[in-house]
C-alpha cells in the first residue's frame, strides 16, 4: 500500500528568514538571497549549481563515469583545404593497439549530410575536401591516446588544389552559400545623389573563436532496441536528435539526447554539437558499447566554426548637422564551406546594420560568401556584432568630417519619434528609453568633463594618447526564423511537495536553470529550494528550439510560467471545490508555501504540502505542461520587410582607454554601463551576463585574432596563440548598472528583457575609444582605418601612420 | 617502475603509472576523480590547476600548477591539494565560499581552477589581513581563463575571502604530512621506460651520459607540450628538479665580477625575490611571463636549454652578459650565452651535457637596464618582440651598451650594429635614427602567428625610440607602466 510522506508544516519559520535576507528590486528578487559573511551548504545560492561548480561536484560530459569496455574516438582530420581525397589507406590503423572500430564515409547506415537547416555538411569526406579540418575519419579504441596515437597512422594522398580563402573576391564572382539578401527603404539613389556631404569607408571586422572551456563532447549509449542515449554538451538537443536519427537511419523516438550542462556554449554548441553526437552513435550501433567522443582543444579549434569575419562597406549621405538622410550598406559575411546557420547570420548583421540610428532611405545587402575554412555558425550576437561595427565606424567617420564629438553625432542620429522605423519596417517602440538611457549614462559616467580632461591630456602627452567613446546598442528580441520561437515545459508535483520542472532550454551558464526555477517558485508560492531541475531531456520536453538568441528565458519561462499557472489554477479549484470550511474561490492565491483564501479574519490558510496530498488522494492530476509562442512577429523575405523582433533591448557603454603609440599596447581605463533588461529576473545573473558579454565582445575586438595560413590551415588553434581575455584585461574601474524603472512594453516574461547577447556589443566602445585615442594624433581630423581585432600591431601601425616621429 | 607514494588531499596513495602520464590524467583517468578539468592540455587555461606543497620543505607551502603538464611522478613524496579536498568537515574553504557568494561561477568549467589559485593565494596570505593589491592579483590569476563572467566577480571573491571566517588551520594541518623517504632507484641498464630522479649533479651526469637520448626534464612547462599534443611518448626521463645544486641562488664572482650563479633548476617564483632586489626591470618581466602556474614550474635553465627564439629570459639575459655553465661527467665548462645559442633551436649543449648553472653579473650601480616585452594580450602571453637593453651614461655618452632583442631572429640575439652605433654616442636623434637603422641590418624577422615582419622590425625601431625618449625627456611618461617600466 503506498503510504504518503510525513510533511514538516513547520518550515515556514525558517522561510521567514530567509524572506529577511532578500534584496533586490526585480519581480523575482526576493529570491536572491543577500550575501552575509558565511555561506553553510544548502543555503540558497545564486546559480543553481554555484556550490558544485566550486567543489568540482558538477559533473561535465567528460566527467560522467563510463562502463570500463567503453570506447573513446579519435577523429582523422584533412590537413588540407581544398581537393579531392584520393587515398585513404587505414590498414595501419585498424592494426594499432587498442584500436576497435574505423569507421568513414561508407560506413553511415542513414543519411550523410547533417546540414542544420541547408543541406552541405557531410559527415564525413566522400572525396571532395572542404576545408582544413575536415572529418576524413574516426576511430575508435579503448583508451582515448590510443585512439589519438593509432590516426596518426593513417595514409592519405590529397590532390590538393589552391583554396579560396578570399570572402571579397568569392562574393564578387558569386561564389555564395545562400542567395544575396537585399532590405530596401525609400529613394537611397535619390539621396545619395543630393545629400549635403557623402562619405564612404570600408572595415573588416575579425571573426571570433568560441573558447567555451569545455570543448565539444559526447556520450553516447547504445539502448536495447535499435536507439541511442546521448549525453552531449550541446545548445540544441532536438537537433541533435533528429540529427543522429537520420544518420542511423532511425525514428527520432530512439534517440534520447540529455543536456545537463555545459562548460560554455556561446553559440559554438548550437549546431556544431551535433557532427560528434552523429560520429559516436554510429559507433555506439556498430559495436554495442558505450563511446565517449571529446575533441581536444586544437582539434575544436580546426573542425569547429567561428563567429563570422565580415567586409562592410558603407557609403551615406548627411546633411550639415551630420545626420544621416541614406545611403547604401554592403555587408559580405564570409560563411566558410557550407550554409550552416550563415542565412540567419547574415540576415541578423544586415537588421543591426543601422544599431540605435536611423539610417534614412537606405538599401542593405548582405552576401553569404563561401570559402574554404571551417562553416562559420552562431556566437552571441549571431550576425548582429559584425553588422553594428560598419555603422559605429561611420558614426566616427562623420563626426571627424564634421569636426563635432561623436558622442553629439550619434545622439543626433539616435531613433526619435519621427525616425523610428527601421530600414526592415519595423517601428522602433519604447526609443525615448534609449535617449534617456543615454543620457543618464552620459551624466553619470561625465563624459563631457572627461572629454575635456582626455583632450587636455593629449595635448600635452606625445607617446601617450587617451580616447573616449561612449557607443549604444539597440538589438532585437526574436529567432528570425519565426517557428523557432516556441517552447514547452513539463512541470511535476511530488506528493511531497517537492517540484520538478524540465523545460526546452539549455544551461550554458547563463543562469536559466536558476531563473526557470525562480519563475516556477513564485507562481506556486514556494520557496527555491522546493523546485529542482535537472537534464534537458529531449523525451521530456519534445520539438525544442536552441537556447539561443538570447532567447532562452523569454520562451522557457513563459512555458515554464504557462505550466504552474494551469496547475495552480486546477489546485485552487480543486480546494474551492473540496474543503468543507467553504474556501472563496475568488481571491484565493499560493504564497509562502500555503494556500490562502479570503482576507483578514476570514483567511484561512492550507499549507501546500497539505494541498498536494489531498489532491493526489483526490486523483487531481498534479502534472501539467506549458507552451508558448511569441506573438506579432513576421518578416517577408522577398519585400525585405517586417517586424522580425518582439522588442528590442537598449544599452550603452563609455570606455576610455590610453594608447602607447610607441609600441601599439594599450590599457582600458574605465568602462561605464548602463543596460536595458525591463525588469531584471535577478539582478545578479543578469549583471554576470553584462559583464561577461561585455568583456567577450572587448576580446573579440581587441586580442582575439584568428590567423589562417595561406593555404587556409588554421595558425591561431590553441590559447598559447589565442588570447581571450584574461583576469589583467578587466578594466580597472567597471561600473555596471541596470536600467531601472522601464518595464518591457511588451508583454514578457514579467516584463523583462533578454539578455544573453545585447551586452556583447557594448565592446565596441573600447574598439571606438581606441580609434578616439589614435585620432588625436590628427588632432581630430582623420579617422584612422582600424580593422579588428584591433591587436597592438594593428594599433601601431595605425599610429606609425598618424604621429610625429621624435627620431 | 617505481610506485609513486604522495599525499592527496591527506590522505595516502600509491599509484604506478607510465612516465609520460600528468597529474591531470592520473586524476582523471586512473583515479576516476574529475573536479580537475582539462581545458587545453597545454598549460594556458588554468582549468587544470591543482595545488602541490613539499612537506619536506623548511616552510611547506601550497603553490598553484597546471596538472595537465605536470609529471605525476614528481609527485613523489608531495601533498597534492584538488577542488574536491577543499571542503572540510561539510564547509567550504573561504575561497570556495567567496566564489558562491560573489557569483564567481556561470558555466563552472573554469571554476575549479580559479579556485585552486584563489586557495594558495589565500593559504599564502593567512598572516596579513591587508587586501591583495591588484598586482598580486594579476599575477595569482592571470593563469586562469574564465569565458563567462568577465573576471568582475573573481576580483570580488579575491578580495572578499580573506574576510570570511578563517577556517583555522585545519587545511594546512590536515594536508601536510610527512611521507617515509623513499630514495630514487637508478634505472637498469638498456631501460627503455623509466622517470628517473638523480639526487646529485654527479648522478645526473651520469645518468645523462648512459642515456642520451632521455628527455631532461623540469618544470617541463614546454617539453609536456610533446606529450600532450603532439602524442610524442616521453619514455625517458631524466627529472632535474631532485638536484639540490641545481636549485640554488648563490651569490658569487667570476671573472672578477660580481654576481649571482642561478641554478637550472630554480623556477621564475624562485627567482623573484632575487630579481626583485637587484634587476627590477627583469621582475616586472617576469610578471609578464606564463601564469603563476607556469612561474610555479618553468624554470631558467629550461627557458636556456628550450633555445626558443621568442623565450622571454634569453634578450635579457643577453643583454646582462650571462654566463651558462654546462656539465657532464668528464667536465664543466662556462660559456657566454651568446655563444650559447647556434641556430633555430639549436645550442652548444652537447649530448652528454646538462645546463647547470647560469651566472647573472650583478648590475653596475650605474648600469641602467630596461626590459621591454610586446605581446597580443598583456600577461600571459608569448612575446612577439622583446627588447632588453643595458647601458651607463659616462660624461653624458653612452657606454657599454648591450642590446639583445627576441622575436627578431632565429635564436635570441644581441643587435650588434645598433650596439655599435650608440656606443660612445651622447643622446641625439641622429644617433639614434642611426641605431634604427642598424638595428634594421642586425635583423630581417618573420612572419608567423603572433605578428608580421613589418610590425615587428617597426616595433623594435620604435622601441630604440622608446629608449631615446626614456633619455632625453626624462619628465615625461613614454609607455604605459603596466606593461613596462
Same mark, same amino acid.
Given at each position: 500500500?503506498?503510504?504518503?510522506?510525513?510533511?514538516?508544516?513547520?518550515?515556514?519559520?525558517?522561510?521567514?528568514?530567509?524572506?529577511?535576507?532578500?534584496?533586490?528590486?526585480?519581480?523575482?528578487?526576493?529570491?536572491?538571497?543577500?550575501?552575509?559573511?558565511?555561506?553553510?551548504?544548502?543555503?540558497?545560492?545564486?546559480?543553481?549549481?554555484?556550490?558544485?561548480?566550486?567543489?568540482?561536484?558538477?559533473?561535465?560530459?567528460?566527467?560522467?563515469?563510463?562502463?570500463?569496455?567503453?570506447?573513446?574516438?579519435?577523429?582523422?582530420?584533412?590537413?588540407?583545404?581544398?581537393?579531392?581525397?584520393?587515398?585513404?589507406?587505414?590498414?595501419?590503423?585498424?592494426?594499432?593497439?587498442?584500436?576497435?572500430?574505423?569507421?568513414?564515409?561508407?560506413?553511415?547506415?542513414?543519411?550523410?549530410?547533417?546540414?542544420?537547416?541547408?543541406?552541405?555538411? @557531410?559527415?564525413?569526406?566522400?572525396?571532395?575536401?572542404?576545408?582544413?579540418?575536415?572529418?576524413?575519419?574516426?576511430?575508435?579504441?579503448?583508451?582515448?591516446?590510443?585512439?589519438?596515437?593509432?590516426?596518426?597512422?593513417?595514409?592519405?594522398?590529397?590532390?590538393?588544389?589552391?583554396?579560396?580563402?578570399?570572402?571579397?573576391?568569392?562574393?564578387?564572382?558569386?561564389?555564395?552559400?545562400?542567395?544575396?539578401?537585399?532590405?530596401?527603404?525609400?529613394?537611397?539613389?535619390?539621396?545619395?545623389?543630393?545629400?549635403?556631404?557623402?562619405?564612404?569607408?570600408?572595415?573588416?571586422?575579425?571573426?571570433?573563436?568560441?573558447?567555451?572551456?569545455?570543448?565539444?563532447?559526447?556520450?553516447?549509449?547504445?539502448?536495447?532496441?535499435?536507439?541511442?542515449?546521448?549525453?552531449?554538451?550541446?545548445?540544441? @538537443?532536438?537537433?541533435?536528435?533528429?540529427?543522429?536519427?537520420?544518420?542511423?537511419?532511425?525514428?527520432?523516438?530512439?534517440?534520447?539526447?540529455?543536456?545537463?550542462?555545459?562548460?560554455?556554449?556561446?553559440?559554438?554548441?548550437?549546431?556544431?554539437?551535433?557532427?560528434?553526437?552523429?560520429?559516436?552513435?554510429?559507433?555506439?550501433?556498430?559495436?554495442?558499447?558505450?563511446?565517449?567522443?571529446?575533441?581536444?582543444?586544437?582539434?575544436?579549434?580546426?573542425?569547429?566554426?567561428?563567429?563570422?569575419?565580415?567586409?562592410?562597406?558603407?557609403?551615406?549621405?548627411?546633411?550639415?548637422?551630420?545626420?544621416?538622410?541614406?545611403?547604401?550598406?554592403?555587408?559580405?559575411?564570409?560563411?566558410?564551406?557550407?550554409?550552416?546557420?550563415?542565412?540567419?547570420?547574415?540576415?541578423?548583421?544586415?537588421?543591426?546594420?543601422?544599431?540605435?540610428?536611423?539610417?534614412?532611405?537606405?538599401?542593405?545587402?548582405?552576401?553569404?560568401?563561401?570559402?574554404?575554412?571551417?562553416?562559420?555558425?552562431?556566437?552571441?550576437?549571431?550576425?548582429?556584432?559584425?553588422?553594428?561595427?560598419?555603422?559605429?565606424?561611420?558614426?566616427?567617420?562623420?563626426?571627424?568630417?564634421?569636426?563635432?564629438?561623436?558622442?553629439?553625432?550619434?545622439?543626433?542620429?539616435?531613433?526619435?519619434?519621427?525616425?523610428?522605423?527601421?530600414?526592415?519596417?519595423?517601428?522602433?517602440?519604447?526609443?525615448?528609453?534609449?535617449?534617456?538611457?543615454?543620457?543618464?549614462?552620459?551624466?553619470?559616467?561625465?563624459?563631457?568633463?572627461?572629454?575635456?580632461?582626455?583632450?587636455?591630456?593629449?595635448?600635452?602627452?606625445?607617446?601617450?594618447?587617451?580616447?573616449?567613446?561612449?557607443?549604444?546598442?539597440?538589438?532585437? %528580441?526574436?529567432?528570425?526564423?519565426?517557428?523557432?520561437?516556441?517552447?514547452?515545459?513539463?512541470?511535476?508535483?511530488?506528493?511531497?511537495?517537492?517540484?520538478?520542472?524540465?523545460?526546452?532550454?539549455?544551461?550554458?551558464?547563463?543562469?536559466?536553470?536558476?531563473?526557470?526555477?525562480?519563475?516556477?517558485?513564485?507562481?506556486?508560492?514556494?520557496?527555491?529550494?522546493?523546485?529542482?531541475?535537472?537534464?534537458?531531456?529531449?523525451?521530456?520536453?519534445?520539438?525544442?528550439?536552441?537556447?539561443?538568441?538570447?532567447?532562452?528565458?523569454?520562451?522557457?519561462?513563459?512555458?515554464?510560467?504557462?505550466?504552474?499557472?494551469?496547475?495552480?489554477?486546477?489546485?485552487?479549484?480543486?480546494?474551492?471545490?473540496?474543503?468543507?470550511?467553504?474556501?472563496?474561490?475568488?481571491?484565493?492565491?499560493?504564497?509562502?508555501?500555503?494556500?490562502?483564501?479570503?482576507?483578514?479574519?476570514?483567511?484561512?490558510?492550507?499549507?501546500?504540502?497539505?494541498?498536494?496530498?489531498?489532491?493526489?488522494?483526490?486523483?487531481?492530476?498534479?502534472?501539467?505542461?506549458?507552451?508558448?509562442?511569441?506573438?506579432?512577429?513576421?518578416?517577408?523575405?522577398?519585400?525585405?520587410?517586417?517586424?522580425?523582433?518582439?522588442?528590442?533591448?537598449?544599452?550603452?557603454?563609455?570606455?576610455?582607454?590610453?594608447?602607447?603609440?610607441?609600441?601599439?599596447?594599450?590599457?582600458?581605463?574605465?568602462?561605464?554601463?548602463?543596460?536595458?533588461?525591463?525588469?531584471?529576473?535577478?539582478?545578479?545573473?543578469?549583471?554576470?551576463?553584462?559583464?561577461?558579454?561585455?568583456?567577450?565582445?572587448?576580446? $573579440?575586438?581587441?586580442?582575439?585574432?584568428?590567423? $589562417?595560413?595561406?593555404?587556409?590551415?588554421?595558425?591561431?588553434?590553441?590559447?598559447?596563440?589565442?588570447?581571450?581575455?584574461?583576469?589583467?584585461?578587466?578594466?580597472?574601474?567597471?561600473?555596471?548598472?541596470?536600467?531601472?524603472?522601464?518595464?518591457?512594453?511588451?508583454?514578457?516574461?514579467?516584463?523583462?528583457?533578454?539578455?544573453?547577447?545585447?551586452?556583447?556589443?557594448?565592446?565596441?566602445?573600447? $574598439?571606438?575609444?581606441?580609434?578616439?585615442?589614435?585620432?588625436?594624433?590628427?588632432?581630430?581630423?582623420?579617422? @584612422?582605418?582600424?580593422?579588428?581585432?584591433?591587436?597592438?600591431?594593428?594599433?601601431?601601425?595605425?599610429?606609425?601612420?598618424?604621429?610625429?616621429?621624435?627620431? | 617502475?617505481?610506485?609513486?607514494?604522495?599525499?592527496?588531499?591527506?590522505?595516502?596513495?600509491?599509484?604506478?603509472?607510465?612516465?609520460?602520464?600528468?597529474?591531470?590524467?592520473?586524476?582523471?583517468?586512473?583515479?576516476?576523480?574529475?573536479?580537475?578539468?582539462?581545458?587545453?592540455?597545454?598549460?594556458?587555461?588554468?582549468?587544470?590547476?591543482?595545488?602541490?606543497?613539499?612537506?619536506?620543505?623548511?616552510?611547506?607551502?601550497?603553490?598553484? %600548477?597546471?596538472?595537465?603538464?605536470?609529471?605525476?611522478?614528481?609527485?613523489?613524496?608531495?601533498?597534492?591539494?584538488?577542488?574536491?579536498?577543499?571542503?572540510?568537515?561539510?564547509?567550504?574553504?573561504?575561497?570556495?565560499?567567496?566564489?558562491?557568494?560573489?557569483?564567481?561561477?556561470?558555466?563552472?568549467?573554469?571554476?575549479?581552477?580559479?579556485?585552486?589559485?584563489?586557495?594558495?593565494?589565500?593559504?599564502?596570505?593567512?598572516?596579513?589581513?591587508?587586501?591583495?593589491?591588484?598586482?598580486?592579483?594579476?599575477?595569482?590569476?592571470?593563469?586562469?581563463?574564465?569565458?563567462?563572467?568577465?573576471?568582475?566577480? %573573481?576580483?570580488?571573491?579575491?578580495?572578499?575571502?580573506?574576510?570570511?571566517?578563517?577556517?583555522?588551520?585545519?587545511?594546512?594541518?590536515?594536508?601536510?604530512?610527512?611521507?617515509?623517504?623513499?630514495?630514487?632507484?637508478?634505472?637498469?641498464?638498456?631501460?627503455?621506460?623509466?622517470?628517473?630522479?638523480?639526487?646529485?649533479?654527479?648522478?645526473?651526469?651520469?645518468?645523462?651520459?648512459?642515456?642520451?637520448?632521455?628527455?631532461?626534464?623540469?618544470?617541463?612547462?614546454?617539453?609536456?607540450?610533446?606529450?600532450?599534443?603532439?602524442?610524442?611518448?616521453?619514455?625517458?626521463?631524466?627529472?632535474?628538479?631532485?638536484?639540490?645544486?641545481?636549485?640554488?641562488?648563490?651569490?658569487?664572482?667570476?671573472?672578477?665580477?660580481?654576481?649571482?650563479?642561478?641554478?637550472?633548476?630554480?623556477?621564475?617564483?624562485?627567482?623573484?625575490?632575487?630579481?626583485?632586489?637587484?634587476?627590477?626591470?627583469?621582475?616586472?618581466?617576469?610578471?609578464?611571463?606564463?601564469?603563476?602556474?607556469?612561474?610555479?614550474?618553468?624554470?631558467?635553465?629550461?627557458? %636556456?636549454?628550450?633555445?626558443?627564439?621568442?623565450?622571454?629570459?634569453?634578450?635579457?639575459?643577453?643583454?646582462?652578459?650571462?654566463?651558462?655553465?654546462?656539465?657532464?661527467?668528464?667536465?664543466?665548462?662556462?660559456?657566454?650565452?651568446?655563444?650559447?645559442?647556434?641556430?633555430?633551436?639549436?645550442?652548444?649543449?652537447?649530448?652528454?651535457?646538462?645546463?647547470?648553472?647560469?651566472?647573472?653579473?650583478?648590475?653596475?650601480?650605474?648600469?641602467?637596464?630596461?626590459? $621591454?616585452?610586446?605581446?597580443?594580450?598583456?600577461?600571459?602571453?608569448?612575446?612577439?618582440?622583446?627588447?632588453?637593453?643595458?647601458?651607463?651614461?659616462?660624461?653624458?655618452?653612452?657606454?657599454?651598451?648591450?642590446?639583445?632583442?627576441?622575436?627578431?631572429?632565429?635564436?635570441?640575439?644581441?643587435?650588434?650594429?645598433?650596439?655599435?652605433?650608440?656606443?660612445?654616442?651622447?643622446?641625439?636623434?641622429?644617433?639614434?635614427?642611426?641605431?634604427?637603422?642598424?638595428?634594421?641590418?642586425?635583423?630581417?624577422?618573420?612572419?608567423?602567428?603572433?605578428?608580421?615582419?613589418?610590425?615587428?622590425?617597426?616595433?623594435?625601431?620604435?622601441?630604440?625610440?622608446?629608449?631615446?625618449?626614456?633619455?632625453?625627456?626624462?619628465?615625461?611618461?613614454?609607455?604605459?607602466?603596466?606593461?613596462?617600466?
Amino acid at each position: 500500500m503506498r503510504t504518503l510522506t510525513r510533511l514538516d508544516t513547520d518550515s515556514r519559520h525558517a522561510r521567514r528568514e530567509l524572506d529577511d535576507q532578500i534584496k533586490g528590486d526585480g519581480p523575482l528578487a526576493r529570491h536572491t538571497v543577500a550575501n552575509h559573511g558565511q555561506c553553510h551548504a544548502g543555503q540558497s545560492s545564486v546559480h543553481e549549481s554555484a556550490e558544485k561548480h566550486v567543489t568540482g561536484k558538477a559533473a561535465y560530459i567528460d566527467d560522467l563515469a563510463i562502463p570500463a569496455d567503453a570506447l573513446h574516438v579519435a577523429l582523422g582530420l584533412s590537413p588540407v583545404a581544398y581537393g579531392t581525397l584520393t587515398r585513404l589507406n587505414l590498414e595501419t590503423v585498424r592494426q594499432a593497439p587498442g584500436v576497435i572500430d574505423v569507421i568513414t564515409f561508407g560506413d553511415v547506415p542513414g543519411h550523410t549530410d547533417i546540414g542544420p537547416v541547408f543541406p552541405g555538411d @557531410p559527415i564525413f569526406v566522400e572525396s571532395d575536401i572542404s576545408y582544413a579540418g575536415q572529418c576524413l575519419f574516426a576511430v575508435a579504441a579503448t583508451s582515448l591516446q590510443a585512439a589519438r596515437r593509432a590516426v596518426k597512422l593513417a595514409i592519405i594522398d590529397i590532390d590538393e588544389r589552391s583554396a579560396r580563402l578570399d570572402p571579397v573576391a568569392a562574393a564578387r564572382c558569386e561564389e555564395l552559400v545562400r542567395p544575396t539578401h537585399t532590405q530596401e527603404r525609400g529613394d537611397w539613389q535619390s539621396v545619395l545623389q543630393q545629400a549635403d556631404q557623402i562619405i564612404e569607408n570600408d572595415l573588416f571586422v575579425g571573426g571570433q573563436e568560441h573558447f567555451y572551456l569545455e570543448g565539444q563532447a559526447c556520450v553516447v549509449l547504445p539502448t536495447e532496441d535499435e536507439g541511442v542515449i546521448v549525453h552531449t554538451s550541446n545548445q540544441h @538537443p532536438s537537433e541533435t536528435q533528429k540529427l543522429v536519427a537520420e544518420v542511423l537511419g532511425i525514428a527520432f523516438h530512439a534517440v534520447t539526447v540529455e543536456v545537463r550542462r555545459m562548460g560554455g556554449g556561446f553559440g559554438g554548441k548550437e549546431t556544431q554539437a551535433s557532427p560528434w553526437a552523429c560520429i559516436a552513435a554510429i559507433i555506439a550501433r556498430r559495436t554495442g558499447k558505450a563511446v565517449r567522443l571529446r575533441l581536444p582543444r586544437r582539434e575544436d579549434m580546426h573542425v569547429t566554426g567561428k563567429r563570422h569575419p565580415f567586409h562592410n562597406r558603407y557609403r551615406l549621405g548627411f546633411d550639415a548637422h551630420g545626420v544621416i538622410q541614406g545611403g547604401e550598406i554592403s555587408l559580405i559575411g564570409n560563411c566558410g564551406y557550407s550554409p550552416d546557420l550563415s542565412d540567419a547570420i547574415v540576415d541578423r548583421a544586415m537588421f543591426h546594420a543601422d544599431n540605435a540610428y536611423s539610417l534614412g532611405d537606405v538599401r542593405v545587402t548582405g552576401y553569404r560568401a563561401r570559402t574554404h575554412t571551417a562553416s562559420n555558425t552562431a556566437f552571441r550576437g549571431f550576425g548582429g556584432p559584425q553588422g553594428m561595427m560598419i555603422i559605429e565606424a561611420a558614426m566616427d567617420d562623420i563626426a571627424r568630417h564634421t569636426g563635432v564629438d561623436p558622442l553629439t553625432v550619434r545622439k543626433r542620429n539616435l531613433y526619435r519619434e519621427g525616425r523610428d522605423v527601421t530600414h526592415y519596417g519595423q517601428t522602433v517602440d519604447q526609443c525615448q528609453l534609449l535617449h534617456n538611457l543615454i543620457d543618464k549614462l552620459e551624466t553619470d559616467s561625465e563624459y563631457w568633463s572627461r572629454r575635456e580632461t582626455v583632450r587636455h591630456f593629449n595635448a600635452s602627452s606625445t607617446i601617450i594618447k587617451k580616447g573616449l567613446a561612449l557607443t549604444p546598442v539597440k538589438f532585437g %528580441i526574436s529567432f528570425t526564423a519565426q517557428h523557432l520561437n516556441q517552447a514547452g515545459a513539463l512541470l511535476h508535483v511530488y506528493t511531497d511537495g517537492s517540484v520538478m520542472i524540465s523545460h526546452g532550454g539549455t544551461e550554458m551558464g547563463q543562469g536559466l536553470h536558476t531563473k526557470i526555477c525562480q519563475v516556477v517558485a513564485l507562481e506556486l508560492g514556494l520557496d527555491l529550494s522546493q523546485v529542482r531541475i535537472t537534464a534537458t531531456r529531449t523525451d521530456k520536453v519534445p520539438n525544442t528550439s536552441p537556447t539561443a538568441a538570447s532567447s532562452g528565458a523569454d520562451l522557457n519561462g513563459m512555458a515554464a510560467r504557462d505550466a504552474a499557472c494551469k496547475l495552480r489554477e486546477r489546485l485552487l479549484d480543486f480546494a474551492a471545490a473540496h474543503f468543507e470550511t467553504g474556501l472563496d474561490r475568488e481571491g484565493m492565491r499560493l504564497e509562502d508555501g500555503m494556500l490562502v483564501a479570503g482576507l483578514g479574519e476570514s483567511e484561512h490558510r492550507i499549507p501546500w504540502g497539505e494541498l498536494v496530498q489531498t489532491a493526489y488522494l483526490n486523483r487531481i492530476s498534479l502534472s501539467e505542461k506549458g507552451f508558448y509562442a511569441t506573438p506579432l512577429i513576421h518578416y517577408n523575405r522577398a519585400s525585405g520587410q517586417g517586424r522580425p523582433f518582439y522588442y528590442y533591448a537598449f544599452g550603452a557603454a563609455v570606455s576610455e582607454v590610453s594608447v602607447d603609440t610607441l609600441t601599439g599596447e594599450y590599457l582600458v581605463d574605465r568602462v561605464d554601463i548602463l543596460h536595458d533588461v525591463g525588469n531584471s529576473l535577478n539582478p545578479a545573473i543578469d549583471i554576470g551576463q553584462v559583464e561577461g558579454g561585455f568583456i567577450q565582445g572587448m576580446g $573579440w575586438l581587441t586580442t582575439e585574432e584568428l590567423k $589562417w595560413s595561406d593555404k587556409g590551415v588554421l595558425m591561431s588553434d590553441g590559447p598559447a596563440t589565442y588570447k581571450i581575455p584574461t583576469f589583467g584585461d578587466l578594466p580597472a574601474t567597471f561600473n555596471v548598472s541596470l536600467l531601472e524603472g522601464h518595464p518591457n512594453s511588451m508583454a514578457s516574461l514579467y516584463r523583462s528583457k533578454a539578455v544573453g547577447e545585447p551586452p556583447f556589443m557594448l565592446g565596441i566602445s573600447v $574598439w571606438s575609444a581606441l580609434r578616439d585615442a589614435l585620432s588625436s594624433l590628427s588632432d581630430y581630423r582623420v579617422s @584612422p582605418r582600424l580593422d579588428t581585432p584591433a591587436t597592438p600591431e594593428r594599433v601601431l601601425l595605425a599610429a606609425q601612420a598618424l604621429r610625429v616621429k621624435t627620431l | 617502475m617505481a610506485n609513486i607514494e604522495f599525499f592527496l588531499n591527506g590522505n595516502p596513495r600509491q599509484c604506478h603509472v607510465a612516465p609520460d602520464t600528468s597529474i591531470l590524467t592520473l586524476l582523471r583517468e586512473h583515479l576516476g576523480i574529475t573536479g580537475t578539468k582539462e581545458g587545453c592540455a597545454s598549460g594556458d587555461c588554468g582549468a587544470c590547476t591543482v595545488a602541490i606543497a613539499d612537506p619536506d620543505a623548511p616552510t611547506p607551502a601550497y603553490i598553484s %600548477i597546471n596538472a595537465c603538464i605536470t609529471p605525476a611522478h614528481q609527485l613523489q613524496g608531495k601533498s597534492l591539494m584538488t577542488v574536491e579536498g577543499l571542503e572540510l568537515n561539510g564547509q567550504l574553504h573561504p575561497a570556495q565560499a567567496a566564489m558562491v557568494e560573489c557569483h564567481g561561477s556561470q558555466c563552472g568549467f573554469c571554476t575549479p581552477g580559479v579556485v585552486m589559485s584563489l586557495f594558495t593565494l589565500h593559504e599564502s596570505r593567512t598572516e596579513t589581513s591587508e587586501p591583495p593589491t591588484s598586482e598580486q592579483l594579476e599575477a595569482a590569476l592571470s593563469g586562469n581563463l574564465c569565458r563567462c563572467t568577465g573576471y568582475r566577480p %573573481i576580483r570580488d571573491a579575491a578580495l572578499q575571502m580573506q574576510s570570511l571566517a578563517q577556517p583555522s588551520a585545519l587545511w594546512h594541518e590536515a594536508s601536510l604530512p610527512v611521507l617515509s623517504a623513499q630514495p630514487p632507484v637508478a634505472p637498469d641498464d638498456n631501460a627503455e621506460c623509466f622517470f628517473y630522479q638523480p639526487a646529485s649533479l654527479e648522478d645526473l651526469t651520469h645518468v645523462r651520459a648512459r642515456y642520451p637520448d632521455a628527455r631532461l626534464i623540469a618544470g617541463g612547462t614546454d617539453l609536456w607540450l610533446e606529450a600532450t599534443q603532439q602524442l610524442t611518448p616521453l619514455n625517458q626521463l631524466i627529472d632535474i628538479t631532485g638536484v639540490k645544486a641545481l636549485s640554488v641562488i648563490e651569490t658569487a664572482q667570476l671573472e672578477g665580477q660580481e654576481g649571482w650563479w642561478i641554478g637550472a633548476g630554480v623556477t621564475y617564483s624562485q627567482l623573484e625575490p632575487l630579481l626583485n632586489a637587484h634587476f627590477p626591470a627583469f621582475a616586472h618581466l617576469l610578471h609578464r611571463l606564463g601564469s603563476r602556474q607556469i612561474r610555479n614550474r618553468g624554470t631558467l635553465g629550461g627557458n %636556456i636549454a628550450n633555445a626558443s627564439p621568442i623565450g622571454d629570459t634569453p634578450p635579457v639575459l643577453l643583454a646582462l652578459g650571462a654566463v651558462v655553465e654546462l656539465a657532464s661527467i668528464d667536465q664543466t665548462r662556462q660559456l657566454s650565452l651568446e655563444d650559447f645559442f647556434l641556430d633555430y633551436k639549436r645550442t652548444a649543449l652537447a649530448a652528454s651535457e646538462v645546463v647547470s648553472r647560469v651566472f647573472i653579473p650583478r648590475l653596475d650601480e650605474h648600469v641602467k637596464c630596461h626590459v $621591454w616585452k610586446l605581446s597580443k594580450r598583456r600577461e600571459d602571453d608569448i612575446s612577439a618582440v622583446l627588447g632588453a637593453f643595458t647601458y651607463r651614461l659616462e660624461n653624458e655618452r653612452l657606454r657599454d651598451v648591450r642590446i639583445a632583442f627576441g622575436g627578431m631572429a632565429a635564436i635570441p640575439k644581441r643587435a650588434l650594429k645598433a650596439e655599435q652605433a650608440l656606443e660612445g654616442q651622447l643622446i641625439t636623434a641622429d644617433g639614434f635614427r642611426q641605431a634604427q637603422a642598424a638595428l634594421s641590418k642586425d635583423f630581417s624577422p618573420m612572419d608567423d602567428v603572433r605578428g608580421s615582419a613589418r610590425y615587428r622590425q617597426q616595433a623594435a625601431a620604435n622601441l630604440i625610440e622608446r629608449l631615446y625618449l626614456t633619455l632625453s625627456s626624462p619628465g615625461q611618461e613614454v609607455m604605459l607602466h603596466a606593461y613596462a617600466h
